[in-house]
């Protein structure tokens, strides 16, 4: 049906990335460093980029807490002699009722159990969708997809451009697309004929001004300059002077890892006041950094996630473990260079039409 039809309770499973260095990285995360084996090294090419794929067997110990994930399954599936049994007791005993178990974990969970991880969704979150929807009792392969987007649509909302702010900020590390976004957002509210104002912020990087003095030249914005510190002034004038409905701030790349860039950050919000204020990360970002950049802006009230150059990954798993590990609402995603047209809103249906996209190729 799908790319891999693999066995869950076989040991012999695949890992795909695009270097061996991510893939070591993926397992050493996931099963630590003496708990595998790579018994296969492959390569194909997908599109323009190179893949590898490692086939490779788990050793003893993590055999064990595998089984006892699927033993917790098992329990939420009515399987009385499974969930009277405990621990080591289970993990003998479940060798016993094996091809009772097998059934139970019929090869179409297995195939759903493989596709999301191959997607990236972090175990502990299939493990959530699995258990969730299999209090629905799916069947076939297609049930159960619907049965587990239907979870992770009534989890996660949708982004609905209310517009209800006067000011919105972008804020992000270097190089996201938090310029090319904000200019793609304001396109949006333009085009509902409203009266636009974008100040920058970045007087650092080279070209910064010239970059969005083009676009407010093409796309017919009016632009104002500002320092940080001064920022009170432009607004100001697009509020009173000019009677703007809406102010975009840009503010120039922040490096997550600098401890004074919340400071700073908070001083700007107090000053400024955003009714939206959105932290821009890019899906071709490591994971690890996002979950990084995001705790670097703990305390700092953070609106919602933009995610741009979704473009560029075949991994939408990222997303939904971002979602559920620190529950803030997605508003954009941006699928591209070409301003103002590759970006849409976030809706939990595209998100799980996407999620599956890969499986077909
Ligand atoms: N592939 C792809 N590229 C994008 C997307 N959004 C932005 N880019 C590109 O990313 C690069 C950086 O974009 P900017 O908008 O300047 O990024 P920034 O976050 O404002 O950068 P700094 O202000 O320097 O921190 C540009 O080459 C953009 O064309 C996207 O959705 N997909
Ligand atoms: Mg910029």
């Not at 190089?175 to 085009?191: F, S």
């Not at 950049?293 to 979704?310: F, P």
């Not at 809103?345 to 799980?352: E, I, S």
Request: no cysteine; net charge neutral.
């Amino acid at each position: 049906m799908g790319k891999f039809s693999p066995d869950n309770m076989s040991q012999i499973r695949k890992e795909i990335g695009f270097s061996p260095e991510e893939i070591y990285r993926k397992l050493d995360e996931e099963y630590g460093s003496s708990s595998y084996r790579v018994l296969n090294k492959g390569k194909k090419r997908k599109w323009f980029r190179k893949q590898y794929i490692f086939e490779f067997e788990l050793i003893q110990d993590q055999k064990k807490k595998d089984r006892k994930t699927i033993i917790d399954i098992l329990k939420e599936s009515k399987n009385e002699r499974v969930s009277s049994l405990k621990n080591e007791e289970t993990l003998t005993k479940i060798e016993q009722i094996k091809p009772e178990t097998e059934k139970v974990l019929s090869s179409e969970f297995s195939e759903v159990w493989d596709y999301l991880k191959e997607q990236e969704v972090d175990s502990k979150w299939i493990e959530h969708l699995l258990e969730t929807a299999q209090k629905e009792n799916p069947k076939t392969f297609e049930e159960w997809k619907q049965k587990v987007n239907g979870v992770i649509e009534q989890e996660m909302t949708d982004w609905a451009e209310k517009n209800d702010y006067q000011i919105l900020t972008l804020f992000g590390p270097t190089g996201v697309g938090k310029t090319t976004t904000l200019i793609k957002i304001m396109n949006r509210l333009q085009k509902g004929a409203k009266k636009i104002g974008v100040i920058t912020t970045d007087n650092f990087r080279v070209g910064a001004y010239e970059q969005m003095k083009n676009y407010s030249e093409k796309l017919d914005f009016p632009l104002i300059q500002s320092n940080i510190d001064e920022l009170k002034i432009p607004v100001n004038v697009f509020k009173h002077q000019k009677g703007m409905d809406y102010i975009l701030i840009d503010t120039y790349g922040r490096n997550p890892k600098d401890t004074e860039m919340k400071e700073e950050i908070e001083m700007y919000l107090k000053t400024v006041n955003p009714e939206s204020v959105s932290l821009v990360l890019a899906a071709n970002q490591k994971y690890k950094d996002m979950v990084k950049t995001i705790r670097a802006y703990d305390g700092v009230s953070i609106d919602h996630l933009i995610i741009t150059k979704m473009d560029e990954t075949d991994s939408y798993g990222f997303i939904y473990n971002l979602y559920k590990e620190f529950n803030i609402p997605i508003s954009y995603l941006t699928y591209g260079q070409k301003v103002p047209d590759d970006i849409e809103l976030f809706t939990a249906k595209n998100y799980t039409k996407k999620l599956w996209e890969a499986f077909s190729n």
